[in-house]
């Protein structure tokens, strides 16, 4: 019954959400309090004015205004008050038209590769990278080319993505601030892709996009600055979600960017706005878009410190121990070296001591492990003594 294209995703299927369903059996044995979930990238920190604004929104709008059809495009107030707010951070010149809201990024990924590949393309990803790219990107019959990681800095290897991009190069996907390392790419960074970039469109003559997925835009500690692409390379879209910023995943709102600076603009609008009809979505939820706007006049935000402070106790504890992992910047993951390079080993040592990480073959770059800190700081305070437990087993501290 099931498809030849389908088994493939059944035989990969996500190592991420096997290990949160571990933590929920383990939770069942040894009680909630003695397991320390680090597994999955669920936001812990409510936004309440996210349900002030439910409230608000269907006490004053009409009903058939908010929970009727629109524009597959999403409704052109939310999508123009976003384009201002852009405009006024950014210094960009979006309007309504440049917008199109989507189903969290997950679905603004597939509505862009759904409407740029053409069997056969190939799109480049960095490693460590969120794996779920090759689904998406297999989707639509496209080839996903992996640049290696530079496990010292987590940073592109510029060399190897010039080698790399070849006249069937379609699409570049960065991730920024980047699941699973932490890391923010910096604006050298974005100008040294986009020269790259810009070399090779000329010497093949064809058109590459730059897809910046962003769900952690806004999750970036010590004033780290998340370069906006558009503003550095022509051909760029970025892909946008709520899912961390207002905590509310399961709510599934974001957008895509396509600036009138990207080749064929108008035709790229249609092709994107029809997608994300095609593939079923029809339009962003309605509520969640007005839930938007209401929330940009609002100036709400997330209670960034609580993650920041999560970070400060866990990557000084961890240094600490003796392990070796890059400092985060942003989003709310550390990625920690596993010693002798063994993650099996490491996932099943800290398994023992209730502690529940990600192998990092799961973001292809085998040899360490996801640490998710959107917890509560109480469970990484309780958390401290088992990872300090594992740092012993491994000689790494006394
Ligand atoms: N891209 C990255 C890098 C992510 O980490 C995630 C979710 O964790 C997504 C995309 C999907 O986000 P959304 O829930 O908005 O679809």
Avoid at 239 to 256: A, D, F, Q, T
């Amino acid at each position: 019954m099931v498809s030849e294209k389908m088994k493939p995703f059944m035989a990969n299927n996500s190592a991420i959400r096997a290990m949160f369903e571990e933590g929920k059996r383990m939770a069942d044995i040894y009680g909630k309090e003695n397991v320390y979930d680090f597994s999955l990238g669920n936001p812990n920190v409510p936004v309440p004015q996210v349900n002030e604004a439910i409230r608000a929104i269907i006490d004053s709008e009409e009903f058939n205004t908010v929970h009727g059809y629109m524009s597959n495009a999403g409704f052109e107030d939310v999508r123009q008050t976003i384009a201002e707010s852009l405009n006024a951070r950014f210094g960009t010149n979006f309007s309504q038209k440049n917008l199109l809201m989507t189903v969290g990024a997950a679905s603004g990924l597939n509505v862009i590769l759904k409407s740029i590949l053409n069997p056969g393309d190939e799109v480049i990803v960095f490693a460590p990278y969120f794996v779920e790219y090759n689904g998406y990107v297999r989707n639509y019959d496209g080839t996903v080319v992996v640049v290696s990681p530079d496990t010292e800095t987590f940073m592109p290897k510029l060399d190897e993505f010039e080698k790399k991009i070849t006249a069937k190069t379609k699409a570049v996907i960065i991730n920024n601030p980047n699941n699973p390392t932490g890391v923010v790419y910096g604006e050298d960074t974005i100008r040294a892709l986009a020269a790259v970039m810009e070399k090779k469109q000329k010497e093949f003559g064809t058109q590459i996009v730059l897809i910046s997925d962003e769900p952690y835009r806004e999750l970036a500690y010590g004033g780290a600055e998340v370069p906006f692409i558009t503003k550095y390379y022509g051909n760029s879209v970025v892909c946008y979600s709520y899912s961390k910023s207002l905590s509310v995943p399961g709510e599934r709102i974001g957008y895509l960017v396509i600036p009138d600076e990207i080749d064929d603009c108008d035709d790229l609008i249609n092709a994107a706005t029809i997608a994300n009809r095609v593939l079923g979505c029809v339009n962003a939820p309605s509520l969640m878009q007005k839930v938007i706007k209401y929330c940009i006049e609002h100036e709400v935000t997330v209670n960034l410190e609580a993650y920041e402070k999560n970070r400060n106790l866990l990557y000084s504890a961890l240094k600490e121990y003796g392990f070796t992992c890059a400092k985060p910047e942003g989003a709310f993951y550390m990625f920690v070296k596993s010693p002798e390079e063994d993650e099996k080993r490491f996932c099943e040592t800290a398994k023992k001591h209730h502690v529940l990480v990600v192998p990092g073959s799961s973001f292809a770059c085998p040899g360490y492990v996801r640490i998710a800190y959107c917890v509560s700081y109480e469970q990484i305070e309780r958390s401290l003594p088992a990872f300090k437990a594992i740092a012993q087993e491994y000689g790494l501290c006394r």
